[in-house]
T-cell receptor, first 111, second 113 residues
Framework: EAGVAQSPRYKIIEKRQSVAFWCNPI?????LYWYQQILGQGPKLLIQ????????DSQLPKDRFSAERLKGVDSTLKIQPAKLEDSAVYLC?????????FGPGTRLTVT | AQSVTQLGSHVSVSEGALVLLRCNYS??????LFWYVQYPNQGLQLLLK??????LVKGINGFEAEFKKSETSFHLTKPSAHMSDAAEYFC???????????FGKGTRLHILP
């Protein structure tokens, strides 16, 4: 069974630039999550999708972050414009029966 | 509201010694509890989970955890540490009503030769 795929694995951008991350969940998993993991901390939920609908985006900084999940499969997370404090690993996960499976993450460095 | 507290951001043990990583939870409903491991530059991998069945849960790689309601704890143990166990470990809690998981801040495990 293929796992959760994410790309790119690494990204370096300057502040005020925009960036997008892509996630392909495990086939058949209806729920998809984006987490932000700042160095030295646990993952923090940014947004949760159920199929292509948003379940929870209360922690998403909506002035600069956006996410979509078209057709209830792949998802993209975008940051525009990026700030220095957005430097983190962005993890995507999908779940089935309350067990979450994580992708390898995208490490974003904002300079 | 739910939360987890992991005691000790760094733990060092000698190879072959007992591993004990501490986690205390707070939950207003019967919790689901998880331990995840994260190796460098990788995502999180589920080690084990408690879902209100047996209080002693066995996971992968020789790890186990015991749910103690009276102590609101879910400590992770392994009888004999191996060099390959060096990683970051996260305790997490869920209400069980949905898939949402709240993570602790993590404990980095160092294995000394």
């Amino acid at each position: 069974e293929a796992g959760v795929a994410q790309s790119p694995r690494y990204k370096i951008i300057e502040k005020r630039q925009s960036v997008a991350f892509w996630c392909n969940p495990i086939s058949g998993h209806a729920t998809l999550y984006w987490y932000q993991q700042i160095l030295g901390q646990g993952p923090k939920l940014l947004i949760q999708f159920q199929n292509n609908g948003v379940v929870d985006d209360s922690q998403l900084p909506k002035d600069r972050f956006s996410a979509e999940r078209l057709k209830g499969v792949d998802s993209t997370l975008k940051i525009q414009p990026a700030k220095l404090e957005d430097s983190a690993v962005y993890l995507c996960a999908s779940s089935l029966e309350r067990e979450q499976y994580f992708g390898p993450g995208t490490r974003l460095t904002v300079t | 509201a739910q939360s987890v507290t992991q005691l000790g951001s760094h733990v060092s043990v000698s190879e072959g010694a007992l591993v004990l990583l501490r986690c205390n939870y707070s939950s207003s409903v019967p919790p689901y509890l998880f331990w995840y491991v994260q190796y460098p530059n990788q995502g999180l991998q589920l080690l084990l989970k408690y879902t209100s069945a047996a209080t002693l849960v066995k996971g992968i790689n020789g790890f186990e955890a015991e749910f103690k309601k009276s102590e609101t704890s879910f400590h992770l143990t392994k009888p004999s540490a191996h060099m390959s166990d060096a990683a970051e470990y996260f305790c997490a809690v869920s209400s069980g009503r949905d898939d949402k998981i709240i993570f602790g801040k993590g404990t980095r495990l160092h294995i000394l030769p």
